[in-house]
């Protein structure tokens, strides 16, 4: 079973943001680098929080607030959930689907900022794993068996 320290070997740099930018900055930083979310940096670089695509919409675009004038200390998620790198997918999974979220940055023991990941990568990590074990599975029966059949 894989685990998040293998998804993180083949994910984009990490995007981050400092806490006094603005949402439009935010979201320029994250269209740009093609990502869902960016985590939230206070003055001394700890986590102070995350950005998502939700956190936009639901907490910027639906009560009208001016983007360019809006900091992110506003309106990011600040219960931020964390992932270790020996963490299975499976139990990232799990506690993405029963918490209803989608990204999931990942910590070393140490507290060290190592990546996100999101619950696409999740899933693709899991179907690919199951498709490698129905391949293995069917070449196994084909090899089983007998010749002429």
Do not use: W
């Amino acid at each position: 079973m894989s685990t998040i320290r293998n998804l993180l070997q083949n994910k984009k740099p990490l995007v981050t943001a400092h806490i006094g930018q603005t949402v439009n900055e935010a979201v320029a930083q994250m269209t740009g680098a093609d990502v869902g979310a960016v985590l939230v940096l206070d003055d001394l670089g700890r986590i102070a929080g995350i950005f998502t695509e939700r956190d936009c919409l639901q907490k910027v675009t639906r009560p009208c607030l001016d983007p360019c004038a809006t900091p992110l200390r506003e309106v990011m998620t600040t219960s931020v959930r964390f992932a270790k790198p020996d963490q299975a997918i499976e139990d990232c999974l799990r506690l993405m689907t029963e918490r209803y979220f989608r990204h999931l940055p990942v910590l070393a023991e140490n507290g060290d900022i190592l990546g996100i990941v999101s619950i696409g990568d999740l899933v693709k990590a899991r179907l690919s794993e199951q498709e490698f074990a129905i391949d293995q599975l069917e070449h196994y029966i084909a090899d089983s068996l007998p010749v002429g059949r």
